[in-house]
């Protein structure tokens, strides 16, 4: 399962990539893929991380924030035991592939696929918008940081190194 969203696009490689991975690696239930910014001269930050195919054990390679869930394929019966926070203005998607992430404990890099986010140029869209609302900070503080920490030290006791570093990425 990936959540395309309706302005954004994969490369037409994605689907059998990605197919070809989960069919060759059974014990793997999370895939990522590079994110690729369209209509922006900016970089996506964490595309040095996609320089080779590898299996990332959260715990350990703590430096792999995933912080969105677009660009990430999930098998579906994972799915089942998670939801959406419908509370979250945004961001909604960084919080659940992290709570599932802290489950997994491991996710694979794929580099020979690609997701492609729009930009908009004019800022139009819901992520640039939702910033202007009064109550963005009070909820993401609320709905997403205290929620993601709390999740993890229900789960496993302590505040894994990944959720710190990605609260802060």
Do not use: H, W
């Amino acid at each position: 399962v990936n959540f395309l969203d309706s302005d954004d696009k994969l490369s037409p490689n994605a689907l059998e990539v990605i197919y070809n991975y989960f069919k060759n690696n059974l014990n793997v239930n999370v895939a990522s893929i590079p994110l690729i910014f369209l209509g922006s001269d900016d970089e996506n930050l964490l595309l040095e991380n996609y320089n080779s195919n590898k299996l990332i054990d959260v715990y350990e390679d703590y430096t792999y924030p995933q912080l969105s869930i677009s660009s990430c394929f999930i098998k579906k019966d994972i799915l089942n035991n998670y939801s959406f926070d419908e509370k979250l203005m945004i961001g909604e998607d960084s919080l659940l592939i992290n709570e599932i992430l802290i489950n997994e404990g491991k996710y694979a890099i794929i580099k020979d696929a690609k997701y492609y986010f729009r930009i908009m140029p004019d800022e139009s869209a819901c992520s640039d918008t939702v910033k202007l609302q009064k109550d963005f900070f009070n909820d993401k503080v609320t709905y997403f940081y205290k929620q993601l920490t709390d999740y993890s030290i229900d789960k496993k006791g302590f505040l894994p190194d990944f959720i710190k570093y990605a609260l802060a990425f």
